[in-house]
């Protein structure tokens, strides 16, 4: 495991803005064709990253890599009332809709959804690809392609009162909450990873266009906070963090 500080100033705003500025300087840059099939290699590689982690918590545990441990491992959590999720079936597998998250409000607050929707696109089937390859989850609709709320089906996962427990029990002691990561770890996460992938596709355009992206963050946020995020470029976030991450 590693070892690094991390802060408390950050909430999943930055990481969605910042994504989105990225895509945006891409498209700007390249075209939307050449800049969509990088920004679908880096968010795979980023998601796969992070279900990778959360399958290693798992592990570690002894606790198998089922669909049900994929929601009980997830590595973030948004402010109260960020979020609303409606369970829409519950057998044989779960089926939700998301009428609002984190993500699609900052995007919309800035007029970036058209930007912001390449993360939705892949995002999810990734992290659970990188947790366990022989599950499947469905996406539907997509919030920021115009529809009410995005529907995902969580395939081999009836949620009924003893997986609800078990869930609950999970989240309270193992893996607790040394499964959430700070939103600083996340958004250093995605910039490396998309600075790592437009650099190989794309060269010093790459390069230009990540700075663009990051002169974004800086207009909105300060130098003190991009300095957190280059903070993480040594990071390597196939392992998994130290378990004593102290904030700053």
């Known amino acids: 495991m590693q070892k690094m500080k991390v802060g408390n100033k950050f909430t999943a705003e930055h990481q969605a803005l910042l ?13 939307e064709e050449k800049a969509a099939l990088v920004v679908k290699k880096a968010v795979t590689r980023y998601g796969e990253q992070r279900g990778h982690r959360m399958a290693m918590r798992a592990q570690n545990n002894v606790h198998p890599l089922t669909m049900l441990n994929y929601v009980a491992y997830g590595e973030w959590k948004t402010g109260k009332n960020e979020m609303h999720m409606e369970y829409m079936e519950r057998s044989p597998n779960l089926r939700v809709l998301i009428s609002k998250c984190s993500w699609y409000t900052a995007w919309e607050n800035k007029d ?22 022989d599950l499947k989850l469905d996406i539907g609709d997509l919030k920021p392609d115009g529809k009410a709320a995005c529907d995902m089906v969580f395939h081999g996962l009836r949620l009924g009162m003893k997986e609800l427990f078990v869930i609950a029990m999970r989240k309270l002691f193992k893996p607790g909450n040394k499964a959430i990561m700070p939103w600083d770890y996340h958004t250093g996460h995605i910039y490396k990873t998309m600075r790592e992938v437009f650099i190989e596709e794309l060269g010093e355009d ?22 957190i995020v280059y903070s993480f470029q040594n990071i390597d976030f196939n392992t998994l963090p130290d378990k004593n991450l102290k904030c700053n």
């Open 206 to 227: 790459g390069s230009k266009i990540i700075n663009d992206a990051m002169a974004e963050f800086i207009k909105f946020y300060g130098e003190e906070l991009a300095h």
């Open 19 to 31: 994504f989105a500025w990225i895509v945006k300087a891409a498209i700007d840059a390249v075209g």
């Open 112 to 133: 970036l959804t058209k930007y912001g929707r390449y993360y939705c696109l892949y995002i999810d089937q990734s992290v659970v690809r990188g947790f366990n390859p």
